[in-house]
């Protein structure tokens, strides 16, 4: 079983352009979350999909950040325009249902913003 | 909101001592608490998790414990070696049981061989 996948693994993007960071959950799973860790700090939670509608985006930051997941499988998180403060690890993570228990994280997108 | 404290935010043992890392969590309605492992340059990964109508688990030289008057919970590592270096997290589920997770701060575990 393939893994959660995140691409690219490291942007560098000059402020005020935009990026697009896609996430491939594992086949099957319903549950998608996005996260974000800036240097030094807590993984933070950005928001939740259940298949392609979003369960709880409380964590997204401003409207610069959209967020979206067509069809129920991958989903894409684009920043525009960019900000310094957005500089980060964002993370994807899945899983089958709704019972609580440890998901499995992709190798997240290291973003930078200069 | 829903918090969780982690300390000690740097930690550096000499290989074979224990290890201990702690947790507070500010929602008492939160049941479920996983510990994640992230190695430098590597994704986090579940390396042991604890449900609140548990008060301890182990596996191998790993072991959590769980105070839900206090709000507490703790990682143990015991025997540690080299490989564990790395940044832990700990995490905290929500009220809604969404599948949401409020993380700690992290720490930086140092083991000096």
């Known amino acids: 079983e393939a893994g959660v996948t995140q691409f690219p693994s490291h942007s560098v993007i000059e402020k005020g352009q935009t990026v697009t960071l896609r996430c491939d959950p594992i086949s099957g799973h319903d549950n998608l979350y996005w996260y974000r860790r800036v240097m030094g700090k807590e993984i933070k939670f950005l928001l939740h999909?259940?298949?392609?509608?979003?369960?709880?985006e409380s964590g997204m930051p401003n409207n610069r950040f959209l967020a979206e997941r067509t069809g129920g499988t991958y989903s894409t998180l684009k920043v525009q325009p960019a900000e310094l403060e957005d500089s980060g690890v964002y993370f994807c993570?899945?899983?089958?249902?709704?019972?609580?228990?440890?998901?499995?994280f992709g190798s997240g997108t290291r973003l930078t913003v200069v | 909101g829903e918090n969780v404290e982690q300390h000690p935010s740097t930690l550096s043992v000499q290989e074979g001592d224990s290890a201990v890392i702690k947790c507070t969590y500010s929602?008492?309605?939160?049941?479920?608490f996983p510990w994640y492992k992230q190695e430098l340059g590597k994704r986090p990964q579940l390396i042991i998790d604890?449900?609140?109508?548990?008060g301890e688990k182990k596996d191998q030289r790993i072991a959590v414990t769980l105070n839900k008057t206090a709000k507490h919970f703790s990682l143990h590592i015991t025997e540690t070696q080299p490989e564990d270096s790395a940044v832990y997290f700990c995490?905290?589920?929500?009220?809604?049981?969404?599948?949401?997770?409020?993380f700690g701060q992290g720490t930086t575990l140092q083991v000096k061989p």
């Open positions: 999909f259940v298949k392609e509608s979003k369960q709880d």
């Open positions: 929602d008492s309605a939160s049941n479920y």
């Open positions: 995490a905290a589920s929500t009220a809604d049981n969404t599948g949401k997770l409020i």
């Open positions: 604890i449900r609140s109508n548990v």
């Open positions: 993570a899945s899983s089958q249902d709704r019972e609580i228990h440890g998901y499995t």
